[in-house]
């Protein structure tokens, strides 16, 4: 009889804990007693490991088993602590050597049969495992390739609770030599500009949004869902901390990539989508679409479709960059700072030809919008596809724009947390960033023609400044405010103040 320790990980929305793993075999009824596990979870948790070690070939402790996990795991067990309270009572009731599970970290859920099955959220779990300078890390096997894309870590993988018993016993885990994944390439993106005939408006709205992070309206029965789909196609590859944000994000959702990300994501959730697959579950503990789109894009098609209540949901996180829930004793958060592309129809209608909606009709359909359309920069009508208009300029033409407005704004906000026009707060649009003198009274004079609020004064001078951007002026111009005064009143007169 005796005493052993490993460590787990366990998971609170995307930040991952060390959790200590202990376990003391004591002369007694042959018991397996688990402290730490939320309550619901201890019976079905304890009923898994002792299958999983009977049907590995290996004969259950005759003794008293009491394993602790510290501190004690959230309300949500997910299982990934299964393998290391294994091996712990293992090494406990002396089948394995205690020392050579000390030092490791063990991640898996047992299946009956004695399998380890994968699990979400390996690549955040690892990350915290090699900062808390934890490297040696034991996974299944299907997570393998996710958990070394992780500078540091060793990676071991495994498939079979009696595989790691033997090995155990016999010596170490054989580690994870496999050759290092290859970077995707930002071009990866298989949809092209070039691809949608005619709407010149809406493409020079996709140019700017993508510029400067602006939201975007597009409004009418044209191709809108073949702009939103491109729009990733033109934003600037993601740098390396915002990869990494944005693979931990698809991990924790179990959409993991055997590769690192590096083309923005886009994010593009029906309409009969419940609120916790928008903006994501803590019982779950999975991150919802507006989420899966961070350093990428969100597209509502057909928005008013979408519930009230998610419509209206989607203010916070527009205005904050993260998502914050709250439940079961506990709250947790997830990034979610993305570019909003929202289209919608005049009316209800499937077929606008023969629409017999009211005025009326038309006035509700639009009307819950807008709380959502008050923050939305950027509108622009969408036509029905015009072959006769040709093609446009190919995505590579329109990122190599985009990318060099990105790089001004970036050297003027080099000194400040913000790395686009539209993350700039009000106030300093007004003072550390001002724009010509003309080009303020002219958008002033809307304000008090009540064209548009005080509210949306800050979100015109943001637009200003990336059209200044996308023509590499110093600061916004008389035209450049201009500009973003049509940009947000819709060629179609359509804008909401």
């Known amino acids: 009889m005796g005493y052993a320790s490993t460590r787990s990980l366990a998971l609170t929305g995307l930040t991952a804990h ?29 009923a898994r490991i002792r299958a999983a070690i009977l049907n590995s070939g290996t004969a259950w402790p005759d003794a008293r088993i009491t394993a602790s996990v510290t ?10 602590a299964d393998l290391a309270l294994a091996v712990a009572l293992l090494a406990a009731a002396g089948v394995i050597p205690p020392e050579r599970i000390a030092g490791r970290v063990f991640l898996g859920e047992l299946a009956l049969d004695g399998q380890i099955r994968p699990i979400r959220g390996v690549l955040p779990m690892v990350a915290a495992a090699v900062r808390a300078g934890l490297s040696r890390v034991v996974v299944p096997a299907e997570c393998a390739r996710e958990a070394a894309q992780v500078p540091g870590a060793v990676v071991m993988p495994v498939t079979r609770l009696a595989d790691v018993i033997d090995q155990l016993r016999h010596g170490a885990i054989r580690d994870h030599h496999d050759q290092e994944p290859e970077s995707a390439l930002s071009s990866s993106f298989a949809v092209d500009l070039a691809d949608v005939p005619g709407n010149q408006a809406a493409r020079h709205t996709l140019e700017v949004c993508a510029a400067g992070g602006h939201h975007l309206l597009l409004s009418g029965d044209g191709p809108a869902t073949m702009l939103a789909e491109r729009l990733p196609g033109i934003l600037p590859p993601l740098d390396h901390d915002a990869a990494r944000e944005v693979a931990e994000i698809r991990s924790l959702a179990g959409q993991s990539d055997r590769a690192p990300v590096v083309t923005p994501p886009l994010s593009a959730p029906h309409h009969t989508a419940t609120a916790a697959a928008i903006f994501g579950s803590v019982a779950g503990n999975r991150p919802g679409a507006v989420s899966l789109a961070h350093h990428g894009v969100l597209h509502l098609a057909d928005a008013p479709e979408f519930a009230r209540t998610v ?20 709250s947790v958060h997830y990034p979610a700072r993305f570019t909003l592309v929202v289209d919608a129809r005049p009316c209800p209608c499937l077929e606008q030809r023969e ?9 509700r359909y639009r009307a819950r919008l807008a709380l959502l359309l008050s923050r939305v920069a950027v509108r622009a009508p969408v036509e029905q596809e015009d072959r006769a208009a040709g093609t446009g300029e190919p995505s590579a033409t329109v990122a190599a724009r985009v990318l060099a407005a990105r790089v001004r704004a970036a050297h003027r906000l080099a000194e400040t947390p913000w790395r686009t026009n539209a993350e700039i707060p009000a106030p300093d649009l007004t003072t550390r960033f001002s724009v010509a003198p003309e080009a303020a009274e002219l958008l002033w004079s809307a304000v008090t023609a009540g064209l548009v609020t005080a509210d949306g004064m800050p979100r015109l001078l943001r637009v200003a400044w990336t059209l200044a951007d996308l023509r590499g002026a110093d600061r916004p111009q008389l035209d450049d405010a201009a500009g973003a005064l049509e940009l947000w009143k819709g060629a179609d007169g359509d804008g909401a103040r």
Do not use: K
Request: with cysteine; hydrophobic share 40%; aromatic share 2%.
């Open 355 to 363: 629409c017999a909606c009211t005025p009326e009709v038309r006035r």
């Open 71 to 80: 501190p004690m795991i959230p309300p949500v067990y997910d299982a990934a």
């Open 18 to 46: 060390i959790v200590d793993i202990e376990a003391d075999a004591a002369p007694g009824d042959s018991e397996l007693h688990l402290v730490g596990l939320p309550e619901l979870s201890v019976w079905p948790a304890r």
């Open 311 to 330: 419509l209206d949901g989607l203010c916070r996180p527009m205005d904050s960059g993260q998502v914050h829930l709250a439940g079961l004793g506990r």
